[in-house]
């Protein structure tokens, strides 16, 4: 049988694994929530396990905390940060309002680490206590949100170089199709002719503006709350608590955080978390339109536009040979599908506190947070396994681009509109090209229609 210690909370006494650095109130989670078997994001742990650093050190420096105690908790708790005991975090995602479970996870690890550093056995409380030294001046309202808004900020410094070299691929491509002149559709119907790299250029500004949003929507999480405890009001903290810690935090982390100016609106409102994932979504959007726009490009070889050809990266189908998908646009789509799903929770959650808390925290921290790490992750494989490979293949676009009617419109300032008109009727009905129709009929030569359709004809003022 396995072996085990007894532990006691005010519902009563139970058994838990000897071996476990988690306790009752851990036990009891694990109980109450069976729900996805999902467990925290590593860097919301760190980002906790931060915060309780920070507090030891800052309750020790006020003396409110014994500096034995208080080293042995700070160590436990660096231990934390560098990677260790992640397993004992066992919570599921889907928990009790407010993140209370998660966070007496944490409490319980740190004060059995830190028994054991003082040669103590685990549960042995009387000398460390979860939440009388753990937890000291702290309560999960106000730690909770601040370890969000930690390991969000944390996984948006993972995510802008992973859009940073997607961006420049894109720009890469743009200049590197710059002389390739191609169809335009609109309406998935021909419009007048551009270049290959006008398009390309224009998805790197697309995300490019979704860059410069998502980094200023971040600018409000560095403001936290750490300090308010349970209402806001600072209740069992001392004086200049929140700002020692905060400047403990500060220096742990490259992220500036600060303190909140409104400590009851950090713990009641959560519109940072929608601002960002708002923003994301817009991202998302954005990456939809192009990963798709790339799989229409691409189609084919024989059959579809082909005017590009995506890199083959592995097998396309299990019965037909030779078939190649361009399955790195498809997962961008999925993951992208995902973060706006993600997005919709997390306005349903942002939306639903109440007075002076918001208990669907654990719903808002969870779908950001994979946002966050899918997107990074998606990104830097579509960048390097996709983008970057891209090559395009210039007589197809340009025999697009003469047989196209959208060419009449390129005619349309010398020839005027309605004998551009007639000449694209012709073209549909006749089944022969503008260019060829417009020669024939003493309208315009091929060499002026040809400097027509030279790429630097085709650059905005």
Known sequence: MTKTRLEHDFLGDREVPADAYWGVQTLRAIENFPISGLRAHPTFIVAMAMIKLAAAETNAAAGRLDAKLADAIARAAQEVI????????????FQAGAGTSFHMNMNEVLANRALELLGKPRGEYKTIHPNDHVNLGQSTNDVYPTAMRLATLMLLKKLYPALDLTIAAFEEKGEQFAGIVKSGRTHLQDAAPLTLGQEFSAYAAALRRCNVALRISAVMLCEIGIGGSAVGTGLTTHKGYRQEVVRRLAAMTDLAPVPSPDMFEAMQSNACFAQVSGSLRTLALELIRIANDLRLLSSGPATGLAEITLPAVQPGSSIMPGKVNPVMAEMLDMVCFQVVGNDAAIALAVQAGQLELNVMMPAINFALLMSLEILTNALGVFAERCVEGITADPERCRMYAHSSIGLATLLKPVIG?????????????????????????????????????????????
């Open 417 to 461: 509109y309605q004998k551009a008109s007639e000449l694209a009727r012709e073209a549909v009905e006749s089944g022969r090209s503008v260019v060829e129709l417009a020669v024939e009929k003493g309208l315009m030569s091929r060499e002026q229609i040809e400097k027509l359709l030279s790429p630097d004809q085709m650059r905005p003022e």
């Open 82 to 93: 560098d990677g260790k005991l992640h397993e004992q975090f066992v919570v599921d995602v």
